[in-house]
């Protein structure tokens, strides 16, 4: 299948990257002239384990490839994917489709032969409809079908989402449109992996709700860890007993400084949105969003408590600051909200992160960035462990406490339990939920 991909972020260049890997001919097509040009010298503009490896390998087969030049690419494609950003709206949190009806419109001048124009991106309901007018429109003689094809993909493990997916879910109304999209994922149909096809509608609900089950699940268990503190209970206990439960699964029980990232927090703000405007308001969806903000200002006071109530001339070790371990992302981290008010208290906030560097030193203005977690809590009075990236997970903690000055260890994630820290030369530790 020949493909062309819009797009160059995160979910286009992985979904580009990984269609190529299976044999397909993919055109990758982003304006911005200088990503392009990283692309095409074997640089990859994001962190993705295992990216960088299957960019070299395509290309090498002559199967992915990367433009500025939309005219041919469209012309020549079987299916073109749009999986552009849809960022929430300032003002009213619904998703901003800018960007998708722009591509849509610029496709349709270029469509040649019978196409099947994809959305990958996260739109709401009803957005596949409007993209078909509007190719429609731009382009009357134009022989096409929109399908919805929502991506799951979590960063840090993107290619192994993509390649071993729990489902694929197609929004494909017509025999050929179908057709087309059997095709392109025949691997994974080969292979037994679920392909779900179903009307447009149904298709884009089904990324919103998924998305904001997996964010409720989180919220649940970071309330429960709270009243997990007052009554004496462990939180780890807790999730583990009712993770066992086949109707709950353990995943997503693991109790922290709250949800962030590019998708839920995006995700839940325009499905609350979307209820809104259809007079069902999604009242779960919406205490979850309100809780998850609170979730992240209880951190801040754990923070406190161990600087003896105020950090105001403390200096802070903050290891980790993307909003999960392996990836460079820093969108609607906790760090942001976190690190900032540290600041604004008073603190000296000395960072290590493995690769938020790049995005953070723009996003976290004021912190010291060190090499590693020993730089970072060089004469810090408390050290905090914000992001569990594997480097963290094996600390030195005897070695670690001796460069500090204080010796309270925050741990935001439940990586050490008490009794390690302790045993480390810490004097207090704190956790989530214990």
């Given at each position: 299948m020949r493909i062309a991909m819009i797009g160059t972020g995160y979910v286009g260049l992985v979904s580009g990257v990984c269609f190529s890997d299976f044999g397909h001919d993919v055109i990758c097509i982003d304006k911005a002239t200088q990503k392009i040009a990283m692309l095409e010298a074997g640089e990859i503009p994001i962190y993705e384990p295992g990216l960088d490896a299957l960019v070299a390998k395509n290309v090498a087969a002559g199967r992915l490839s990367f433009t500025t030049e939309i005219a041919e690419a469209v012309a020549t494609a079987d299916a073109v994917f749009i999986a552009v950003g849809t960022p929430t709206r300032r003002g009213d949190g619904h998703a901003d489709l800018t960007y998708v009806f722009a591509a849509a419109e610029e496709i349709a001048q270029y469509l040649q032969g019978y196409t099947v124009v994809v959305t990958k991106s996260t739109v709401p309901v009803g957005t596949n409809r409007r993209v078909a007018e509007?190719?429609?429109?731009?382009?009357?003689?134009?022989?096409?079908?929109?399908?919805?094809?929502?991506?799951?993909?979590?960063?840090?493990?993107?290619?192994?989402?993509?390649?071993?997916?729990?489902?694929?879910?197609?929004?494909?109304?017509?025999?050929?449109?179908?057709?087309v999209m059997g095709d392109i994922y025949r691997p994974l149909f080969l292979r037994d992996f679920p392909i779900v096809y179903t009307d447009l509608e149904s298709a884009e609900m089904i990324k919103y709700a998924a998305n904001a089950f997996l964010a409720t699940k989180i919220t649940f268990i970071n309330e429960i860890a709270a009243l997990c503190e007052k009554v004496g209970a462990d939180v780890k206990s807790v999730a583990k007993g009712i993770g066992l439960d086949g109707r709950i699964g353990n995943k997503f029980l693991h109790a922290g400084p709250g949800y962030g990232g590019s998708c839920f927090p995006k995700d839940t703000s325009a499905l609350a949105r979307i209820g809104q405007e259809h007079a069902i308001p999604m009242q779960i969806t919406e205490t979850v969003i309100t809780v998850n903000e609170q979730i992240k200002n209880r951190m801040i006071d754990k923070i406190r408590e161990q600087c003896g109530g105020s950090v105001n001339g403390k200096t802070i070790a903050v290891l980790g600051v993307t909003f999960k371990p392996d990836t460079d992302d820093m969108r609607d981290a906790p760090s942001l909200t976190i690190v900032p008010n540290l600041i604004g208290r008073g603190a000296t906030v000395q960072v290590a992160d493995p690769q938020g560097r790049r995005e953070g030193e723009e996003l976290l203005p004021g912190v010291v960035w060190a090499e590693d977690a020993y730089g970072a809590a060089q004469d810090a009075d408390a050290v905090v462990l914000l992001t569990e990236w594997n480097e963290f997970r094996a600390l030195d903690l005897p070695r670690l406490v001796t460069v500090m000055r204080g010796k309270s260890f925050v741990d935001l994630r439940n990586v050490y339990s008490k009794e390690d820290v302790l045993e480390g030369g810490f004097t207090s530790y704190t956790g989530v939920g214990r």
């Amino acid at each position: 299948m020949r493909i062309a991909m819009i797009g160059t972020g995160y979910v286009g260049l992985v979904s580009g990257v990984c269609f190529s890997d299976f044999g397909h001919d993919v055109i990758c097509i982003d304006k911005a002239t200088q990503k392009i040009a990283m692309l095409e010298a074997g640089e990859i503009p994001i962190y993705e384990p295992g990216l960088d490896a299957l960019v070299a390998k395509n290309v090498a087969a002559g199967r992915l490839s990367f433009t500025t030049e939309i005219a041919e690419a469209v012309a020549t494609a079987d299916a073109v994917f749009i999986a552009v950003g849809t960022p929430t709206r300032r003002g009213d949190g619904h998703a901003d489709l800018t960007y998708v009806f722009a591509a849509a419109e610029e496709i349709a001048q270029y469509l040649q032969g019978y196409t099947v124009v994809v959305t990958k991106s996260t739109v709401p309901v009803g957005t596949n409809r409007r993209v078909a007018e509007v190719v429609a429109k731009a382009n009357p003689e134009a022989d096409f079908d929109v399908a919805s094809n929502p991506e799951f993909l979590r960063e840090g493990a993107a290619i192994d989402d993509f390649m071993r997916p729990d489902r694929v879910v197609v929004g494909a109304e017509t025999e050929r449109s179908q057709s087309v999209m059997g095709d392109i994922y025949r691997p994974l149909f080969l292979r037994d992996f679920p392909i779900v096809y179903t009307d447009l509608e149904s298709a884009e609900m089904i990324k919103y709700a998924a998305n904001a089950f997996l964010a409720t699940k989180i919220t649940f268990i970071n309330e429960i860890a709270a009243l997990c503190e007052k009554v004496g209970a462990d939180v780890k206990s807790v999730a583990k007993g009712i993770g066992l439960d086949g109707r709950i699964g353990n995943k997503f029980l693991h109790a922290g400084p709250g949800y962030g990232g590019s998708c839920f927090p995006k995700d839940t703000s325009a499905l609350a949105r979307i209820g809104q405007e259809h007079a069902i308001p999604m009242q779960i969806t919406e205490t979850v969003i309100t809780v998850n903000e609170q979730i992240k200002n209880r951190m801040i006071d754990k923070i406190r408590e161990q600087c003896g109530g105020s950090v105001n001339g403390k200096t802070i070790a903050v290891l980790g600051v993307t909003f999960k371990p392996d990836t460079d992302d820093m969108r609607d981290a906790p760090s942001l909200t976190i690190v900032p008010n540290l600041i604004g208290r008073g603190a000296t906030v000395q960072v290590a992160d493995p690769q938020g560097r790049r995005e953070g030193e723009e996003l976290l203005p004021g912190v010291v960035w060190a090499e590693d977690a020993y730089g970072a809590a060089q004469d810090a009075d408390a050290v905090v462990l914000l992001t569990e990236w594997n480097e963290f997970r094996a600390l030195d903690l005897p070695r670690l406490v001796t460069v500090m000055r204080g010796k309270s260890f925050v741990d935001l994630r439940n990586v050490y339990s008490k009794e390690d820290v302790l045993e480390g030369g810490f004097t207090s530790y704190t956790g989530v939920g214990r």
